[in-house]
């Protein structure tokens, strides 16, 4: 069977939708940088009280840079180069080879329709996620 990027792809967003997934990309390491240096300033301004009121000040500014950077994990896929979602749709199709589907709606019923296909899957988008795109995961609203 050929690899269809369209239908893999249709199924790893309608997985991570479900699932609520979201993932910052680039920035969760600026909030740590952030509490780093609030750290570190506040002890240099300060001596041992100045690292902590300058550790939670940078953590709150950390927390408050890194918030909005979460996307949506579909968004984040269809926004992927082609290069990359075919290299993630391989790695998929690796799973799923030996299902039999004619479209995308096909094949996320076969998929949703077994607990230990659909857990394989989404840790493989997982691993792809956080290893190739060095992302943060978060789940839920």
């Known amino acids: 069977m050929p690899l269809h990027v369209d239908d893999i792809m249709r199924l790893l967003c309608h997985l ?3 699932q609520k997934m979201k993932a910052a990309v680039k920035h969760s390491a600026r909030g740590a940088v952030a509490a780093g240096a609030g750290a570190f300033v506040g002890g240099l301004l300060g001596g041992p009280p100045g690292i902590a009121v300058g ?3 940078g953590g709150v500014l950390g927390a408050w840079m890194a918030s909005d950077q979460f996307k949506p994990i579909p968004q984040i896929l269809m926004e992927l180069p082609p290069v990359q979602q075919h290299k993630l749709c391989e790695q998929i ?3 799923i080879r030996n299902l039999d589907w004619t479209d995308a709606s096909h094949l ?7 607990a230990a296909l659909q857990q394989r899957v989404a840790a493989a988008l997982i691993s792809y996620v956080t290893q190739e795109l060095k992302a943060e995961i978060q789940y839920g609203d």
């Open 55 to 57: 550790g939670a000040l």
């Open 108 to 114: 996320i019923m076969l998929v949703t329709g077994n």
């Open 93 to 95: 199709f690796a799973i």
């Open 16 to 18: 991570s939708t479900e």
